[in-house]
T-cell receptor
Framework: GEDVEQSLFLSVREGDSSVINCTYT??????LYWYKQEPGAGLQLLTY?????DMKQDQRLTVLLNKKDKHLSLRIADTQTGDSAIYFC????????????FGSGTQLTVLP | NAGVTQTPKFQVLKTGQSMTLQCAQD?????MYWYRQDPGMGLRLIYY???????DKGEVPNGYNVSRLNKREFSLRLESAAPSQTSVYFC????????????FGPGTRLTVT
């Protein structure tokens, strides 16, 4: 079955860039997602990328995909204290019936 | 639009008690989902409903039942709660389509003693 792995913690200084990494195992064409969860809240979709793309940029967020290594990263430029949250990587293989598989989440702490 | 709403927000049960978690969405989405979130384990799918009238098991269905009451509502029932079911439960919904986003509710924090 599918497996998605992330490191559990990351700390950065305010104004620095954050890079959150994720690896996945499913070899079929897939959508890959980044969700953000603030304390006491549900998950909010930040961005997604299809596996035929290498990169996607949206304002301060850059997603890089290395298909050969099945490695996905989320870069947050100019990290702010409001970016402190848990970030989840998730994958969904293409096809109608298959559902999201989530990583364990990376707790990002932004230090002043 | 309220999006996805869940009730209750918090609940404490004793072992063996039963309860139903309620979820509703006002976005006319076809698909709805129930997940549980445990520390260090991400979200795991319990049950989902691809459309009104259908339900399917996810990764961790044991100890749970679901009802897709209508297009808006998808409830999760614990018939005999166990301490292993202490978790945060999230409901989500999405419209049909490969790129469609899942929208999540705020969660229900359940403690079973």
């Amino acid at each position: 079955g599918e497996d998605v792995e992330q490191s559990l913690f990351l700390s950065v200084r305010e104004g620095d860039s954050s890079v959150i990494n994720c690896t996945y195992t499913d070899s079929s064409s897939t959508y890959l997602y980044w969700y953000k969860q603030e304390p006491g809240a549900g998950l909010q979709l930040l961005t997604y990328i299809f596996s035929n793309m290498d990169m996607k940029q949206d304002q301060r967020l850059t997603v890089l995909l290395n298909k050969k290594d099945k490695h996905l990263s989320l870069r947050i430029a100019d990290t702010q204290t409001g970016d402190s949250a848990i970030y989840f990587c998730a994958e969904r293989p293409s096809g109608s019936a298959r559902q999201l598989t989530f990583g364990s989440g990376t707790q990002l702490t932004v230090l002043p | 639009n309220a999006g996805v709403t869940q009730t209750p927000k918090f609940q404490v049960l004793k072992t063996g008690q039963s309860m139903t978690l309620q979820c509703a969405q006002d976005m006319n989405h076809n698909s709805m989902y129930w997940y549980r979130q445990d520390p260090g384990m991400g979200l795991r799918l319990i049950y989902y409903s691809a459309s009104e009238g259908t339900t399917d098991k996810g990764e961790v269905p044991n100890g749970y039942n679901v009802s897709r009451l209508n297009k808006r509502e998808f409830s999760l029932r614990l018939e005999s709660a166990a301490p292993s079911q202490t978790s945060v439960y999230f409901c989500a919904s999405k419209k049909t389509g490969a790129q469609a986003e899942q929208y999540f509710g705020p969660g229900t924090r359940l403690t079973v003693t």
